[in-house]
């Protein structure tokens, strides 16, 4: 049994003590909640920390807010950043929504904090008197904006996870680069990729195809990729895919990467990049096998050939998931994906090859 959330308190807060206070205010009502309900309140598990630099997005992150207000006890913590602003401020709107599920009251907190001037360049001090003691915390980099706080020892060691999505830079390429680099020499440093979670449909189909018995010897004898993606740019999609594909191929002696990969792009809509086709040809014992996936009136098809064999082929709906979904399935995750990283650092080196 469930019920939609209920909107038990609000408040405006100027200075960051005033918000301090505010939120201590509305932590002490979340625990009154539980006392004078029918239900025990379950308190938060998880803070989440949107790092926005424009109105559109807060906009995005009031809408996954919102989901995870349906479901997860949490604090979510909304930044609208501006630090050209001639003027230092920091002023912010307080909430707390409480809803019943599973036998459990959930509420969830929510501050929407905008920061201008000389505060906005050090975000993790503005933040870091919001946050609940032992309470992971997790902060999303909304949109494509410098990454160079987001980045830093110190939020490295203070979060439990920097999101973000490679895809929303211009330069994905250059962007995955960076991150392989700084995921290298910063082992606090823990990333997680929209892109990387948007291919898992495209991973497991690829994964399925080399599934058979006599399948990874033509995995080991890849001989050519080739990823096209949709749209004005290569996407980070189609980077980490062929990263992830190049990272479970063993390297030809004195070579860091094998094979090359071919990147090719053709026209889409206005919407950003995104995956159209992957396709593989491995050779092992004189005999060739393709794989080749393709995105087409909203359907991922798989198909297989392999000489002297059948021709396999299977489809999936290409339903693109929402950025609440995406976020969602990340707070769910309880460690670091290694294969993200392996694939991340393959997919710098592919481009450099």
């Known amino acids: ?25 509305l932590h002490a009502e979340t625990l009154r909640a539980g006392e004078e309900g029918s239900t025990p309140v379950r308190l938060s598990c998880l803070t989440l920390v949107a790092a926005c630099t424009d109105e559109a997005g807060t906009e995005t992150a009031e809408v996954v807010a919102s989901r995870i207000a349906e479901t997860s006890p949490a604090r979510i913590i909304i930044i609208l950043a501006d630090p050209a602003a001639a003027e230092a401020s920091i002023t912010a709107d307080l909430s707390l929504q409480c809803s019943v599920r599973g ?3 959930v509420c969830a907190e929510q501050v929407q904090l905008r920061v201008a001037g000389e505060p906005a360049r050090h975000l993790l001090s503005v933040v870091a008197p919001l946050l609940l003691p032992d309470v992971p915390v ?29 895809n929303g830079y211009a330069d994905s390429a250059r962007t995955l680069m960076l991150l392989a680099t700084h995921a290298s020499v910063q082992p606090r440093l823990r990333l997680a990729d929209l892109a990387w979670v948007r291919g898992r449909r495209w991973r497991e ?11 990874p010897r033509y995995l080991r004898g890849l001989q050519s990729l080739a990823v096209t993606t949709a749209g004005d740019r290569p996407c980070s999609d189609g980077w980490l895919i062929a990263g992830w594909i190049a990272s479970r191929v063993p390297p030809t002696a004195g070579e860091s990467f094998s094979p090359k990969v071919e990147m090719a792009t053709i026209s889409g809509s206005d919407a950003a990049p995104r995956l159209a ?52 399935s990340i707070l769910q995750e309880t460690d670091v994906d290694p294969i993200h990283l392996a694939a991340l650092r393959a997919a710098a080196l592919a481009d450099n090859a």
């Open 205 to 215: 189909l690829l994964a399925q195809a080399f599934d058979g018995p006599d399948m």
């Open 103 to 105: 036998g459990g009251q």
């Open 138 to 166: 997790y902060l999303w980099v909304v949109g494509a904006p410098p990454l160079d706080q987001a980045l830093s020892d110190d939020v490295a060691g203070a979060c439990e996870r920097v999101i973000l999505d490679s």
């Open 1 to 25: 049994m469930s019920q939609s959330p209920t909107l038990i308190r609000t408040a405006h807060a100027s200075g960051l003590n005033a918000v301090a206070h505010e939120l201590i205010a």
């Open 277 to 328: 086709a992957v396709e593989l040809e491995g050779h092992a014992g004189g005999g060739a096998a393709r794989v080749r996936l393709a995105r087409e009136q909203g359907v991922i098809t798989c198909s297989l050939e392999v000489e002297r064999g059948p021709r396999l082929v299977r489809s999936l709906p290409a339903t693109d998931p929402s950025t609440a979904e995406l976020v969602g």
